[in-house]
């Protein structure tokens, strides 16, 4: 029996998830984990402060470097996104950010399904520059340091997996709430309905660390390729293609997160996933 | 001219990834994965929208 990439990323996804999130017993004292993995970095997008992270979060770490005391780039963070990019670029997204399962999960529930205009994909570029690299290190307190602004405006990853669990359990920080977390709150519901509506909602249209990726696709080691002599124009490819791409015209499009989909949907086997070039 | 592409490609490839372990190993080097250890590790006011 052959397993199609439906079911094969769908597997890697719900490891990657378990893997990010191993720490569940936290949920229950409202605890984040303290150990020494979150040294290092999840590929995907998946907040620290959740109670069950295991390690973390790459836009979070960025920020908190790049806006810390002493320094203003992050070498560390940088060359970790770099060779996650190099090797994987957006099959990142798609088979393993525990934030882009979640989306595929809430893009399940029964609803019109709407497309998206290409314009809104510009925005997470804007985001990631202005939110991600620019106001961390731009606006800083009397000692040098500055926020995180993508986690403290937008990042509604961090609002449900943090927040929410540990506001839930702990009286002390459901008194401080105020205007910034009603502003988080709008984000995620509007993310959450955006997702229901929209396949990956906030994947292509928010999430800074897509558009890092996204920008690895032409150069990625794990790619895309379409065999012109095998194709024969049916465009099947394209219109399985949840990410609203065209494999045959653009297959290192930023948008393209590797799914597989294409690929299962080719009569002609002419679309290929993998580290290595097709022979010939 | 498909050798120059595949050429070139796999020259940004192995800079990008020389490039990266030179960065993991000086940003370690210098101590930012303890900013982001100490960062991860204590409850991230911003992120769960106190901050
Ligand atoms: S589904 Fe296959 S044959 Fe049809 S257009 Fe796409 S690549 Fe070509
Ligand atoms: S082009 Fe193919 S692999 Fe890429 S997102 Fe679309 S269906 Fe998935």
């Known amino acids: 029996m052959r397993f199609g990439y439906s079911v094969k990323r769908k597997l890697l996804q719900l490891i990657a998830f378990g893997c990010s999130n191993a720490h569940l017993l936290n949920f229950k004292g409202g605890k984040i984990y303290t150990g020494k993995w979150k040294y290092f970095c999840n590929p995907g997008l998946n907040c620290y402060s959740c109670p069950a992270a ?6 979070g770490a960025l920020q908190a470097v790049n ?3 002493n320094y203003s780039f992050s070498f560390y963070v940088t060359g970790l996104l770099l060779a996650f990019g190099v090797v994987l670029g957006r099959a990142v997204c798609g088979w393993l950010c525990p934030f882009g399962l979640l989306q595929e999960l809430l893009h399940k529930i029964p609803s019109p ?13 804007v985001v990631l520059v202005i939110f991600v690299l620019i106001l961390p290190i ?8 500055g926020k995180p602004a993508f986690c403290q405006y937008i990042c509604p990853a961090g609002t449900l997996e943090g927040g929410v669990f540990l506001l839930a359990a702990h009286e002390g920080l459901r008194k401080s709430i105020g205007a910034l977390f009603t502003l988080k709150m709008a984000i995620l519901l509007v993310t959450i309905l955006g997702c229901i509506l929209i396949y990956r909602f906030f994947c292509r249209i928010l999430c800074p660390l897509g558009a890092i990726y ?20 049916c465009g099947k490819c394209k219109r399985v293609c949840q990410m609203e791409v065209d494999p045959v015209k653009f297959p290192q499009s930023a948008e393209c997160i590797r799914c597989g989909a294409c690929v299962d949907a080719c009569p002609q086997t002419a679309v290929r996933l993998g580290f290595c070039n097709r022979k010939g | 001219m498909v050798d120059n592409k ?4 796999l020259f940004l490839r192995v800079a990008g990834l020389v490039i990266a ?8 080097f210098r101590g930012e994965m303890n900013i982001v250890l100490n960062k991860a590790i204590t409850i ?8």
């Open chain 1, 113 to 125: 399904k709407l497309k998206l205009k290409k314009i809104f994909l510009y925005l997470k570029y």
């Open chain 1, 214 to 233: 996204g920008l690895f696709n032409k150069i990625s080691i794990y790619h895309l390729e379409v065999d012109e002599h095998k194709c024969n124009g």
């Open chain 1, 54 to 59: 295991g390690f973390a979060c790459p836009i």
């Open chain 2, 6 to 9: 595949k050429k070139r490609l």
């Open chain 1, 138 to 145: 731009a606006v800083t307190d009397y000692m040098g340091m």
């Open chain 1, 67 to 69: 806006g810390s005391m």
């Open chain 2, 44 to 51: 991230c006011f911003e992120c769960i929208g106190l901050g």
């Open chain 2, 21 to 28: 372990v030179v960065f993991i190993c000086f940003g370690g």
